[in-house]
């Protein structure tokens, strides 16, 4: 029987508080700020979003660990839970790729203007496309529900050959999303960008790198498990593996504050920070030479 140890209820506590508090403020200022309009601007704020979702997760897990009879309860109870934290966490991984195609393309000189003429299409499109993947998903999830006892972590949402055919589909849209941006990088190396830009897509590799790398190690690790049987079982598995993948969502409020200055004034202003940092002494000249210092 799979336990939780109290080292991982601590870390899939205090984590995901983080996450969402963090990914919250993301979303607030998104909404907030006229400056933060683009195209890609929009889409870290729907990951971001995804990613507030994907967290509650972990407290139904806990939840039903701790306050359930045998710390089970039966999938198909869980299965309704665990839907909207699991449509989260795929919809984040699939919108990721989309910011990933979304600046390769803004390279190309027909950008602007279709961002410009259809921007709303162009954002619907992509969301849509995203969410009706993983609304097959779920219902494809619902539709075999069973009555086994599970402790109700959010791979419990899906089991069997559903289960492994999602890890896989998104292991392979992380690695599209790597490729996709190390043809970015080759593309953007040889072009002249503004400081902003810059910030931005130095944030978008930092926190996309981790993530990505989160669910093809934990896919990978499940896959490679389950095909040599090692005596490991995957629900204790995927909280080691998780562990990356969790601490790199739970970052991305960290990242953009400290690499994008675009990010930063806003956070400053809307979320009052700005008078924080004035109540201690730290002009935001100040902070800001000293966060690129330490990121350099």
Same mark, same amino acid.
């Not at 190390?182 to 953007?188: G, I, N, T």
């Not at 896959?223 to 079982?233: E, M, W």
């Given at each position: ?8 209820? /601590? ?45 509650? !997760? +972990? ?6 660990? +701790? ?21 989260? #966490? ?5 919108? /990721? ?19 410009? %003429? ?7 499109? +992509? ?27 959010? !791979?419990?949402?899906? +089991? ?8 896989? !589909? ?70 080691? /593996? ?7 969502? #739970? ?36 902070? %800001? ?8």
């Amino acid at each position: 029987m799979e336990e939780i140890s109290v080292s991982f209820q /601590i870390f899939y506590i205090v984590v995901p508080l983080i996450s969402i508090i963090g990914n919250s403020c993301l979303v607030y200022v998104t909404i907030r700020s006229r400056k933060l309009r683009s195209a890609c601007n929009i889409f870290i704020a729907l990951i971001a979003g995804s990613d507030v979702l994907h967290m509650f !997760a +972990h407290y139904i897990m806990l939840s039903v660990y +701790h306050f359930s009879s045998n710390q089970r309860i039966n999938r198909s109870v869980c299965i309704q839970l665990q839907l909207l934290p699991t449509f989260g #966490a795929g919809l984040s991984s699939i919108i /990721i790729f989309s910011v990933a195609i979304d600046r390769l393309m803004s390279l190309q000189k027909f950008y602007y203007m279709l961002t410009k %003429t259809h921007y709303t299409l162009y954002i619907a499109s +992509h969301l849509g496309i995203a969410a009706m993947l993983m609304l097959a998903v779920v219902s494809c999830a619902w539709a075999m529900r069973n009555s086994d006892e599970v402790i109700c972590g959010i !791979a419990d949402a899906m +089991h069997g050959q559903l289960f492994m055919l999602y890890l896989t !589909a998104l292991s392979i849209i992380g690695l599209l999303t790597l490729i996709t941006y190390v043809a970015f990088l080759l593309k953007v190396r040889r072009m002249t960008i503004n400081r902003d830009k810059k910030d931005i897509y130095r944030s978008l590799l930092v926190t996309n790198f981790f993530i990505v790398f989160g669910w093809l190690a934990t896919g990978s690790g499940i896959v490679v498990n389950d095909v040599f049987n090692i005596a490991i079982d995957n629900f204790s598995l995927g909280l080691v /593996i998780g562990i990356t993948g969790n601490i790199s969502i #739970a970052s991305n409020f960290f990242v953009y504050y400290a690499i994008s200055k675009q990010y930063r004034t806003s956070f400053d202003h809307y979320l009052r920070i700005s008078s924080i940092k004035s109540a201690l002494g730290l002009t935001t000249s100040t902070f %800001t030479t000293s966060v690129i210092t330490f990121i350099k």
